[in-house]
Nanobody, 122 residues
Framework: QVQLVESGGGLVQAGGSLRLSCAASGRTFGTYAMGWFRQAPGEEREFVAALGFSGVGTYYADSVKGRFTISRDNAKNTVALQMNSLKPEDTAVYYC???????????????WGQGTQVTVSS
């Protein structure tokens, strides 16, 4: 069982930066691929980024490539999402997610966090 707790959301102006963090419980954090999704009001939840369990292999949605960076620290059981050059359309609730062993776009995450709000003002 893994519990995921996000932090770092908030209000930022367009062009600004935010860093989201996700803390995971459990001693097997290093066996999970980790990632982030987001859901804007009235929209479906969408994939943002993912990272393999060893830190090798990163995946990004086209809408965030070049602006967002995902990273993990297996010693601290954390995964981060550095978000730069934020746009109003990045406004959403951001969710941390974990997959058993590897990420695949065809496989839903096994665990979810509760979400953290990111609001980008124009």
């Amino acid at each position: 069982q893994v519990q995921l707790v996000e932090s770092g959301g908030g209000l930022v102006q367009a062009g600004g930066s935010l860093r989201l963090s996700c803390a995971a419980s459990g001693r097997t954090f290093g066996t999970y691929a980790m990632g982030w999704f987001r859901q804007a009001p009235g929209e479906e939840r969408e994939f943002v980024a993912a990272l393999g369990f060893s830190g090798v292999g990163t995946y990004y949605a086209d809408s965030v490539k070049g602006r967002f960076t995902i990273s993990r620290d297996n010693a601290k059981n954390t995964v981060a999402l550095q978000m730069n050059s934020l746009k109003p359309e990045d406004t959403a609730v951001y969710y941390c997610a974990a997959w058993d062993l590897y990420y695949s776009r065809d496989r839903p995450p096994r665990y979810w966090g509760q979400g953290t709000q990111v609001t980008v003002s124009s």
